[in-house]
């Protein structure tokens, strides 16, 4: 079974950086896209940056620019550096990724922008 584990989230400030991590268990090869999302209580999780098995990556637009998606494939891992944060990037942020025509999400780590 595939599971997903996250660490990273936190209390950060207006304009500070965190960097949020996913790691995948289990004996597994050849995951393919790996993405990061966020969902907001009462709103429809939406996605934030992916990353294709080629390395293709693509953002939302309130990502672009200041979040960075990377992967080690070696690692079955996903990374998502996140600058110049706003409060407006305060929620829960999920990390998927896909295999074997299935998807696997983590359990989510809250980030929360705040002075």
């Known amino acids: 079974q595939v599971q997903l584990v996250e660490s990273g989230g936190g209390l950060v400030q207006p304009g500070g950086s965190l960097r949020l991590s996913c790691e995948a268990s289990?004996?597994?090869?050849?995951?393919?896209?790996r993405g990061w999302h966020r969902q907001t209580p009462g709103k429809e999780r939406e996605l934030v940056a992916h990353i294709s098995s080629g390395g293709t990556t693509i953002y939302a637009d309130s990502a672009k620019g200041r979040f960075t998606i990377s992967s080690d494939k070696g690692k079955n891992t996903v990374f998502l550096q996140m600058n110049s944060l706003k409060p407006e990037d305060t929620t829960v942020y999920y990390c998927k990724m896909a295999w074997r025509s299935l998807d696997y999400w983590g359990q989510g780590t809250q980030v929360t922008v705040s002075s």
């Open positions: 289990g004996n597994i090869f050849g995951i393919n896209g």
